[in-house]
């Protein structure tokens, strides 16, 4: 049935951010503010490597912990022997290069107890019940690291367990779309616990901020995941001794490929039936970033809070790309010749096919939007094609399998994925490729 309230979609006051620290701590209103953003150089050496992949090769991308050996290297075939200290030492030597501006080091904190309950390609090394293991081998390690003395005068942006808790609310249950692994964790606790407990330590390091996922619009974006799930990031903020004053921000699609903006459709009561937006109440990322902005604030975060949105695969240029409004009267017609996103339906999340690099990394570009990311680095892979025996804890997901027609999670559409993909986090250079081809802006 459709939604009967509509969330607020005003967007917050633009207000010009601090660029110098507020009184009794170094932390500013908006970190990439006249900041540089750390360039990973293994992303960028692999990125450098490609046809053409020099003219993105200098972007700044995020630091994947996806193990706990990632804290300290563990020669993965992406991310080499260069641990989070070793990143760090990077960064200041980039940060000691680059004049007078800081320098916004960007690290994504991702190994929850069950991670992923939803999906299969990156359910991660520790079981549901490992919170222990979390906080004590994981979290901990993490807070040492980034509290050094020699790392003060990095902003270290702390990205906090993608896929996690937005599972609590759209997987669990009476609902089609749930899995007995996300209804083990909500019964548990320990997604709640764990980001609680991250944001609470590394809180506590002055320099670092803390952005919480937050999911994607057509993952959320209907009244009955909308307002749930701001409550419920807004429990975990108060778990394990965090507070929301923890939170600097959050960050909405992470790792995947929902539109910044979709120009030709307007979101009304008829574009809202068609199969595309099926009744969710927005149909691009921008206008659900600024209004879930605004339902966190009332769930009990400050009102400084600021967003972030991962633009590194959400571009959809290239020679499919509409140009304008389509005229037809069938309304499934007339959204699907107007959308950009051309991916089969929004629940498709595993390499897809088509998909282009969006928005470069940009500070401040709209009302209530820190910056435009790009967190998920491209060309590295979402998922294999086909079971991949690894020792990465990772398996293999249906929805990256390009012959699969589909799950309730999908509305049982084809995946959309692409053939032939390694294992998650692995380079994958026909995507890079198609990326770098379909790029928008070019």
Same mark, same amino acid.
């Given at each position: 049935?459709?939604?009967?309230? *509509?969330?607020?979609?005003? *967007?917050?006051?633009?207000? &010009?951010?601090?660029?110098?620290?507020?009184?009794?701590?170094?932390?500013?209103?908006?970190?990439?503010?006249?900041?540089?953003?750390?360039?990973?150089?293994?992303?960028?050496?692999?990125?450098?490597?490609?046809?053409?992949?020099?003219?993105?090769?200098?972007?700044?991308?995020?630091?994947?912990?996806?193990?706990?050996?990632?804290?300290?290297?563990?020669?993965?075939?992406?991310?080499?022997d260069m641990g989070l200290a070793d990143h760090l030492d990077e960064?200041?030597?980039?940060?000691?290069?680059?004049?007078? @501006?800081?320098?916004?080091?960007?690290?994504?904190?991702?190994?929850?107890?069950?991670?992923?309950?939803?999906?299969? &390609?990156?359910?991660?090394?520790?079981?549901?019940?490992?919170?222990?293991?979390?906080?004590?081998?994981?979290?901990?390690?993490?807070?040492?690291?980034?509290?050094?003395?020699?790392?003060?005068?990095?902003?270290?942006?702390?990205?906090?367990?993608?896929?996690?808790?937005?599972?609590?609310?759209?997987?669990?249950?009476?609902?089609?779309?749930?899995?007995?692994?996300?209804?083990?964790?909500? &019964?548990?606790?320990?997604?709640?616990?764990?980001?609680?407990?991250?944001?609470?330590?590394?809180?506590?390091?002055?320099?670092?901020?803390?952005?919480?996922?937050?999911?994607?619009?057509?993952?959320?974006? #209907?009244?009955?995941?909308?307002?749930?799930? &701001?409550?419920?990031?807004?429990?975990?903020?108060?778990? +394990?001794? *965090?507070?929301?004053?923890? %939170?600097?921000?959050?960050?909405?699609?992470?790792?995947?490929?929902?539109?910044?903006?979709?120009?030709?459709?307007?979101?009304?009561?008829?574009?809202?039936? +068609?199969?595309?937006?099926?009744?969710?109440?927005?149909?691009?990322?921008?206008?659900?970033?600024?209004?879930? @902005?605004?339902?966190?604030?009332?769930?009990?975060?400050p009102s400084s809070i600021g967003m972030l949105i991962d633009t590194?695969?959400?571009?959809?240029?290239?020679?499919?790309?509409?140009?304008?409004? +389509?005229?037809?009267?069938?309304?499934?017609?007339?959204?699907?010749?107007?959308?950009?996103? @051309?991916?089969?339906?929004?629940?498709? #999340?595993?390499?897809?096919?088509?998909?282009?690099?969006?928005?470069?990394?940009?500070?401040?570009?709209?009302?209530?939007?820190?910056?435009? %990311? #790009?967190?998920?680095?491209?060309?590295?892979?979402?998922?294999?094609?086909?079971?991949?025996?690894?020792?990465?804890?990772?398996?293999?997901?249906?929805?990256?399998?390009?012959?699969?027609?589909?799950?309730?999670?999908?509305?049982?559409?084809?995946?959309?994925?692409?053939?032939?993909?390694?294992?998650?986090?692995? #380079?994958?250079?026909?995507?890079?490729?198609?990326?770098?081809?379909?790029?928008?802006?070019?």
């Amino acid at each position: 049935a459709p939604p009967t309230t *509509a969330p607020p979609t005003t *967007a917050p006051p633009t207000t &010009a951010p601090p660029t110098t620290p507020p009184p009794g701590g170094p932390r500013v209103d908006n970190p990439y503010v006249g900041a540089d953003v750390y360039v990973n150089p293994i992303w960028s050496a692999n990125a450098a490597a490609e046809p053409g992949g020099s003219r993105i090769a200098d972007e700044p991308t995020g630091v994947w912990l996806d193990r706990t050996s990632a804290i300290y290297g563990n020669n993965s075939p992406t991310t080499g022997d260069m641990g989070l200290a070793d990143h760090l030492d990077e960064a200041v030597a980039q940060d000691a290069a680059n004049g007078s @501006r800081p320098l916004v080091f960007q690290v994504v904190i991702y190994n929850l107890p069950g991670r992923d309950c939803a999906a299969l &390609a990156s359910n991660g090394e520790l079981g549901p019940d490992e919170i222990d293991a979390y906080r004590d081998d994981y979290i901990d390690p993490i807070a040492e690291i980034v509290g050094r003395a020699e790392y003060r005068n990095l902003r270290i942006v702390a990205v906090i367990e993608i896929d996690s808790l937005p599972n609590l609310v759209t997987n669990v249950g009476s609902r089609a779309t749930a899995t007995p692994e996300c209804d083990v964790m909500l &019964a548990n606790g320990n997604y709640v616990t764990g980001v609680g407990y991250a944001i609470s330590q590394l809180g506590a390091v002055p320099n670092v901020y803390n952005y919480i996922d937050a999911g994607h619009h057509g993952w959320i974006g #209907w009244e009955d995941n909308f307002g749930p799930t &701001a409550d419920l990031i807004a429990d975990a903020a108060n778990a +394990s001794g *965090a507070s929301p004053s923890d %939170v600097h921000g959050f960050i909405t699609n992470t790792a995947n490929y929902s539109a910044l903006e979709e120009p030709y459709i307007t979101v009304d009561s008829n574009t809202r039936q +068609s199969s595309w937006i099926d009744w969710n109440n927005y149909n691009d990322e921008l206008s659900f970033a600024q209004a879930f @902005r605004q339902r966190l604030v009332q769930a009990g975060f400050p009102s400084s809070i600021g967003m972030l949105i991962d633009t590194s695969r959400n571009g959809w240029g290239g020679p499919d790309r509409p140009t304008g409004p +389509s005229s037809a009267g069938d309304v499934d017609t007339r959204v699907d010749e107007s959308r950009i996103d @051309r991916r089969f339906q929004k629940g498709n #999340w595993c390499n897809q096919s088509g998909a282009g690099l969006g928005e470069r990394p940009t500070a401040a570009p709209a009302s209530g939007i820190d910056a435009y %990311v #790009w967190i998920k680095p491209p060309g590295e892979s979402d998922g294999s094609s086909s079971e991949i025996p690894n020792d990465e804890g990772k398996g293999f997901d249906r929805m990256c399998d390009p012959t699969y027609t589909g799950n309730p999670r999908n509305n049982n559409n084809m995946s959309g994925a692409l053939p032939d993909a390694p294992v998650s986090g692995h #380079w994958f250079s026909a995507q890079f490729q198609e990326l770098m081809a379909n790029a928008y802006p070019p």
